[in-house]
């Protein structure tokens, strides 16, 4: 079965500050997809990230960063010199590479950015 | 930029009740999804949708629920009879392809539908 666990509800960090985001998943799978997902005040589920699971290299894309480490199934973000307009939910999703049109999300961390 | 867009963005409906919640997903696109979120829960797969058929359902998408696309861009979800714990925000996604041909998971979510159920 496949799961997705974000130990942390919610998150205050102070503006500037960096921030992580945890996310751990199992899967059964040999092959699979990892997502983040990005759910502002207004609602809707943005994308910001897929990694493949034969693909272990970080990458990062401005203030933003994913480490993904298929040894301890995690596959965290991080928020460098965060801003108030990041304070958001968000999610991490994991899908089965060959069914990649059901994913299944983790229960979301809500992130508030304090001025 | 192409968005998905959905209506209403907020229905209250009697308990038993018949509710259907539209979407229009991106005009190229060819995978439609139904997704739905309890307050301040995570967000959970319903179904899936290509090809005018269902590809993958869950648990949760029991008889009580159905979807169609009634013509070339209108996508919708059906609740026969609406329970209390249907309540919830309803988002439909779609996407390109699935990795088999597109951006695998790079779904566009919708706004939402919150579904109130009395």
């Known amino acids: 079965a496949q799961k997705v666990t974000q130990a942390q509800t919610e998150i205050s960090v102070v503006e500037k500050e960096d921030v992580t985001l945890d996310c751990v998943y199992e899967?059964?799978?040999?092959?699979?997809?990892l997502f983040w997902y990005k759910q502002p005040p207004s609602g809707e589920l943005v994308f910001l990230i897929r990694r493949n699971s034969f693909d272990e290299q970080n990458e990062i894309s401005g203030r933003y960063s994913w480490n993904f480490q298929k040894s301890t199934s995690s596959f965290n973000f991080t928020i460098t010199a965060s801003q108030v307009v990041d304070s958001a939910v968000y999610f991490c999703?994991?899908?089965?590479?060959?069914?990649?049109?059901?994913?299944?999300f983790g229960k979301g961390t809500r992130l508030h950015i304090l001025p | 930029e192409p968005e998905v867009t959905q209506t209403p963005s907020h229905q209250v409906t009697q308990m038993g009740q018949e509710v259907i919640l539209h979407c229009v997903p991106i005009s190229n696109h060819l995978y439609f999804y139904w997704y739905r979120q309890i307050l301040g829960q995570k967000v959970e797969f319903l179904v899936s949708f290509y090809n005018n058929e269902i590809s993958e359902k869950s648990e949760i998408f029991d008889d009580q629920f159905s979807v169609e696309r009634p013509d070339g861009s209108n996508f919708t979800l059906k609740i026969r009879s609406t329970k209390l714990e249907d309540s919830a925000m309803y988002f439909c996604?779609?996407?390109?392809?699935?990795?088999?041909?597109?951006?695998?998971?790079?779904?566009?979510f919708g706004e939402g539908s919150r579904l109130t159920v009395l």
């Open positions: 999703a994991l899908s089965d590479f060959n069914r990649d049109d059901k994913i299944i």
């Open positions: 996604a779609s996407s390109e392809g699935t990795g088999r041909g597109g951006r695998p998971g790079e779904l566009f």
């Open positions: 899967t059964r799978d040999t092959t699979y997809y």
